[in-house]
C-alpha cells in the first residue's frame, strides 16, 4: 500500500468507527474485530480511547446527568488494562502503550497494534 492508500483507509476507518459511540464491551469487540479483518497483514491499528474507568470517579457520576439532559453521549466504562486486552483478543499485537496527555493524565493511552 502506498501512503495515499493508507490514508484513504484511515479516512474511511476513522470517520465509520471514530465517530460513532461504542455502547458496550461487546460492540467495542465487535468493532475491533471489524477493523481487524480491514486492515491487511502486519499493518498498523492505532487508538487513542478514552478509559472512563481510570478517571476521576466524579466523571462516572457526571456522565448519567449529561446523558439524561443530551450533554453526553453512551460511553462504555473500562480501563487501560481491558482495553490493551480487547485489542490483543481481536488480533493485534501490541507494540507500544504511551501516555501523551498536554496537561497532567488525561487516561486517553495511544496503543500502537499490529494485524497478526
Known amino acids: 500500500m502506498s501512503i495515499a492508500s493508507d490514508a484513504r483507509f484511515w479516512d474511511r476507518s476513522s470517520r465509520k ?3 460513532g ?6 460492540g467495542y ?3 475491533l474485530r ?7 497483514a502486519g ?29 453526553a453521549p453512551y460511553a462504555g466504562v473500562f480501563r487501560a488494562a481491558d482495553l490493551s486486552k480487547y485489542i490483543s483478543a481481536a ?3 501490541i507494540l507500544a502503550i504511551e501516555s501523551h496527555a498536554t496537561k497532567g493524565n488525561d487516561n486517553r493511552p ?3 497494534a499490529h494485524k497478526r
Open 34 to 40: 471489524h477493523i481487524h479483518a480491514l486492515l491487511a
Open 43 to 71: 499493518r498498523l491499528f492505532i487508538s487513542k480511547t478514552p478509559c472512563v474507568g481510570d478517571m476521576n470517579p466524579l466523571i462516572r457520576l457526571a456522565l448519567p446527568a449529561m446523558r439524561a439532559i443530551g450533554k
Open 110 to 112: 495511544y496503543i500502537v
Open 21 to 26: 459511540a461504542i455502547a458496550d464491551h461487546a
Open 17 to 19: 468507527y471514530a465517530i
Open 91 to 93: 488480533g493485534f499485537d
Open 29 to 31: 469487540e465487535r468493532t
